[in-house]
């Protein structure tokens, strides 16, 4: 088969592609009051990445559905990255992702179906690294390519992690780090220097596994996964969510090369999504200079677990970090609630 790129054929780029939290909430006021059920232990109240039933026996089923346009050019890359990120909504939550079933919309008179089988062989190996079947799934003929995945898992409720809840004195610490989108965004305008090539996918294509594991510690106040709405979106829905506010210390802020990224944000390459976060949650947000801007709010494909850890308990969360192969440091901390939401300094 010729060699094809698949970002090519869509106008938008992986989570970037979410609709702005700004339009995503006028859609929601729209949409009704949902029934009351008392199973219910999780539903979009806070905003949170899946929803979680509780199933009567101590457990609880955790739900979740993701998907996007291509945000690699590589079919089996793009299938993979694709599935890490729906899988990663039932790690947020503290669970265990049990099964997948594929999202599938194909442009059957532009692209050949075997770049779609190709898409389909990255999920499964995505799925294969979790531990869990693609058991089957849904296609349609799409204007774009489009490809996700919903995913169920499970998780013993007193290990449950939700995106709210935390209090003062948590401390802040990311497991990836951000600045993908821009890199991304340097891929489709074809500007993107080949020494750099593997730095996003292999961030996006890393599983958030940890996270079953963090479900054990009951020390996490809070945690959510870092997608489309950057890392000052998701931040402010753990904020809002817990009736609290930030400080961010920039510098300390995890993030992919700077002297890299500066070289793509010299040549502007800043991702739509960027300007789209800012416009909603913005006015939330003290200190953001339009350089902060353009990483503190770029939008993340497949990225890491936002953990708010007990005040006095740090040492034990990097000790824990440290067995599992992963050097973590905290880049802020929740205050009590005050003018602005987040305040980076």
Same mark, same amino acid.
């Given at each position: 088969?010729?060699?094809?790129?698949?970002?090519?054929?869509?106008?938008?780029?992986?989570?970037?592609?979410?609709?702005?939290?700004?339009?995503?909430? %006028?859609?929601?006021?729209?949409?009704?009051?949902?029934?009351?059920?008392?199973?219910?232990?999780?539903?979009?109240?806070?905003?949170?990445?899946?929803?979680?039933?509780?199933?009567?026996?101590?457990?609880?089923?955790v739900s979740t559905t993701?998907?996007?346009?291509?945000?690699?050019?590589?079919?089996?890359?793009?299938?993979?990255?694709?599935?890490?990120?729906?899988?990663?909504?039932?790690?947020?939550?503290?669970?265990?992702?049990?099964?997948?079933? #594929?999202?599938?919309?194909?442009?059957?008179?532009?692209? #050949?179906? %075997?770049?779609?089988?190709m898409v389909l062989d990255?999920?499964?190996?995505?799925?294969?690294?979790?531990?869990?079947?693609?058991?089957?799934?849904?296609?349609?003929?799409?204007?774009?390519?489009?490809?996700?995945?919903?995913?169920?898992?499970?998780?013993?409720?007193?290990?449950?992690?939700?995106?709210?809840?935390?209090?003062?004195?948590?401390?802040?610490?990311?497991?990836?780090?951000?600045?993908?989108?821009?890199?991304?965004?340097?891929?489709?305008?074809?500007?993107?220097?080949?020494?750099?090539?593997?730095?996003?996918?292999?961030?996006?294509?890393?599983?958030?596994?940890?996270?079953?594991?963090?479900?054990?510690?009951?020390?996490?106040?809070?945690?959510?996964?870092?997608?489309?709405?950057?890392?000052?979106?998701?931040?402010? %829905?753990?904020?809002?969510?817990?009736?609290?506010?930030?400080?961010?210390?920039?510098?300390?802020?995890?993030?992919?090369?700077?002297?890299?990224?500066?070289?793509?944000?010299?040549?502007?390459?800043?991702?739509?999504?960027?300007n789209r976060n800012f416009?909603?949650?913005?006015?939330?947000?003290?200190?953001?200079?339009?350089?902060?801007?353009?990483?503190?709010?770029?939008?993340?494909?497949?990225?890491?677990?936002?953990?708010?850890?007990?005040?006095?308990?740090?040492?034990?969360?990097?000790?824990?970090?440290?067995?599992?192969?992963?050097?973590?440091?905290?880049?802020?901390?929740?205050?009590?609630?005050?003018?602005?939401?987040?305040?980076?300094?």
């Amino acid at each position: 088969m010729e060699p094809i790129k698949l970002t090519q054929y869509s106008h938008g780029a992986g989570c970037g592609c979410k609709i702005s939290p700004k339009l995503l909430d %006028e859609i929601l006021k729209t949409a009704g009051k949902q029934t009351a059920f008392p199973q219910l232990l999780v539903g979009n109240e806070t905003k949170d990445d899946a929803a979680v039933y509780d199933l009567g026996n101590g457990t609880a089923l955790v739900s979740t559905t993701d998907f996007f346009m291509p945000i690699v050019d590589d079919p089996i890359k793009f299938g993979r990255i694709a599935s890490v990120n729906a899988i990663s909504d039932v790690y947020a939550m503290g669970g265990k992702p049990i099964m997948a079933i #594929a999202i599938l919309g194909w442009p059957i008179d532009k692209i #050949a179906p %075997e770049y779609a089988g190709m898409v389909l062989d990255g999920a499964r190996q995505a799925c294969a690294d979790a531990g869990i079947p693609l058991a089957g799934g849904h296609s349609i003929d799409c204007p774009e390519p489009v490809f996700g995945l919903a995913v169920s898992g499970l998780v013993d409720i007193p290990h449950l992690k939700k995106n709210a809840g935390a209090t003062a004195g948590c401390k802040l610490y990311l497991t990836k780090k951000i600045g993908v989108g821009i890199l991304t965004t340097a891929q489709k305008k074809n500007i993107l220097l080949p020494e750099h090539a593997d730095i996003a996918p292999d961030s996006m294509m890393q599983l958030n596994k940890i996270g079953e594991a963090f479900g054990k510690l009951n020390y996490i106040e809070a945690m959510t996964d870092v997608t489309g709405f950057g890392l000052m979106g998701h931040l402010t %829905e753990m904020c809002e969510g817990s009736d609290i506010s930030a400080e961010v210390l920039f510098d300390m802020v995890p993030t992919i090369d700077k002297e890299i990224l500066n070289y793509y944000l010299n040549l502007k390459s800043v991702p739509g999504g960027t300007n789209r976060n800012f416009e909603s949650y913005g006015h939330k947000i003290e200190g953001l200079d339009d350089y902060k801007k353009a990483i503190l709010c770029d939008p993340q494909t497949s990225g890491g677990l936002l953990v708010a850890v007990s005040p006095g308990h740090e040492a034990d969360f990097e000790a824990f970090c440290l067995l599992q192969n992963m050097t973590l440091h905290s880049f802020g901390k929740l205050v009590a609630k005050n003018k602005a939401t987040i305040t980076v300094i």
